[in-house]
């Protein structure tokens, strides 16, 4: 007969009426899969006893594929077939990635997501993730004896939206229903929090296989309120791993190795690190197909300096995560590690140091988030104990905002508000007698409406005509707690209003989805001097326009010797307007307008003298 | 007779309610439903009512309504691992019939 659970007072359920709900880590290494059973969080083992599986999709030129350990063994035999960290292609075009000339796969770029040649046909990342993901379905279902409910997956909590995308649809494709995807450090303070029910405020350091994610937490009453996050979306354990990779190169004095070889060299490598993880130094001996030998020794010592840079390349993220919450290091009461590069004692150190606190690990790094995700799929799926509301702050991932002139991003909702939300910020028209506005909702971190990704476009109509300047239009952004934005403007005078629905994560087509924004972290210096050029020749073109009309109007109070001196600014600064030189284009400007300052006060005056003419004093308005 | 702990069970209980951090006990019912007349409650017992019948088995308490404990009565709760799933079993003598999937049984 079947086997039953407890279930809280209450909620028996009827009869083939299961809420069969877990919680899956989907990770770039290894991934889990968890569920509550008689009111606890616990992980599925598989029929070995295995809590992990690796994420290693193998697809065999003859034969079914194979997916986990057996696909893993087969990594040096088999490198161009048998896809690992998968997760890293998510959403990603082949610029996006790091070290793509050391992997042994046959790339092909497509529009928006790359796509991978294999024995078995071409598959793209969220295949892949949906082999992985139905053999955790199909784990869990063999354990609980039941079809599942739905499920919870996390995700780093920097994934943008075509990244999520991607993983939902991987989950679709593996026939599983997304009851949420769930920040991967709120699901560990999940975990946590619940277990442990301490309040105050964390970091959740989580440096998994190849995503670093720092996020601060503030969890009082039950309530997780996620602060800020922050991170590196290329920077795991698997860069340890091609750092010893890379020293056993050196050490041993290879010549390029093939394939099989490297593949062979890259598990040594990660061998190799874990065993030090517990171990002062640690053998490395390989047979390469060449019939060299390699036999090296990694101490812990060398293996601590050749990856001192990785450790140091977490702490900037985590200073700037700090930054953004107006925290100090010392407001921290406790640091959670998660993900099973934090077990390496030189990566512990560095949190300790910086924190100046010990790291909090009394749960397993790896299980911790995938515990947390089946919690949350547990309350989800319905059974929900008496008392348990908590609820769930989420935060907007990236900053949204609205194209202003020039191709510019003007920020309305930072990226870490707290949803829902709702902000209003104020806009004015650009041009003389301008009766409409087309508005461009953008998302994304950069400064520039073309690096990021736009969710929606609509117009605003029936704006009476104004000298540019004069109306005054009021665009409101508003998240739900569903994390659907509408956006509305509003020209104040009038009352017109125009507005527009958007759902970030469903709102786009495919295409659009996958034409990713690219990382706003590295083109900081970029962006800015991009936006300052572009600012330049917004203004320079507002300058030409005002001046072109000027001339149109009010020739006459210029003299021949007036007039050529501005034709001449005027024609210097639109030849360097499209250029990129932003100091000719100030130059310009500044010549022209101070070129243009007398006539611009004739002009002034000329209006004075109409305004007054033929007025009685008393009947002006001062 | 009345309604008992296998050790195994005992056991588990012990350590669900441990870990769940409150609970006077488990309580057993059954109600009517499924596709074979009756069902199985099993749940966790934060407080009694007044017309509960109470048993002790391996110093837990076992609660049971007064509706229920004609169906019940003597009835071990076993705990078993079957392949990768693990749960707790009724064996409950005064089953003549059950449905193919065991949820539900008539008496």
Known sequence: MALLQLSEPGQSTAPHQHRLAVGIDLGTTNSLVATVRSGMAVVINDELGRSLLPSVVRYPASGPLEVGFSAQSHQSLDPKNTLVSVKRFMGRGLKDIAHIESMPYDFIEAEGMIKLKTAQGVKNPVEVSADILRALRERAELALGGALTGAVITVPAYFDDAQRQATKDAARLAGLSVLRLLNEPTAAAIAYGLDNAAEGIYAVYDLGGGTFDISILKLSKGVFQVLSTGGDSALGGDDFDHRVFCWIGEQAELSPVSLGDARLLQMRAREAKEYLTQHGEAPITAKLSTGEFVDLKLTSEIFTEITRTLVQKTLGPTRKALRDAGLAPEDIKGVVMVGGATRMPQVQHAVEAFFGKEPLNNLDPDKVVALGAAIQANLLAGNRASGDDWLLLDVIPLSLGIETMGGLVEKIIPRNSTIPVARAQEFTTFKDGQTALALQVVQGERELVSDCRSLARFELRGIPPMVAGAARIRVTFQVDADGLLSVTAREQTTGHESRVEVKPSYGLNDDEVTSMLKDGYTHASDDAFRRALREAQVEAQRLVEAVQSALKEDVHLLSTLERVHIDSCLTKLQSVLLGDDRRAIDGALDALSKGTAEFAARRMNQGVRRALAGRKVDEVNL | ?107
């Open chain 2, 1 to 107: 007779m009345g309604v008992t702990l296998s050790e195994a069970a005992a056991k588990h209980v012990a350590g669900f309610i441990a870990k769940r951090g409150k609970g006077i006990g488990i309580r057993l019912g059954v109600k009517t439903s499924g596709c074979s007349g009756m069902a199985y409650k099993l749940e966790f017992a934060d407080s009694s009512e007044p017309d509960d019948i109470v048993f002790d088995s391996h110093g837990l308490k076992v609660l049971v309504d007064p509706k229920s404990l004609p169906y019940l009565d003597g009835t071990e709760l076993d705990f078993t691992r079957e392949g990768l799933n693990e749960g707790f079993k009724f064996i409950n003598p005064n089953v003549k019939d059950e449905c193919g999937c065991g949820e539900s049984f008539h008496v």
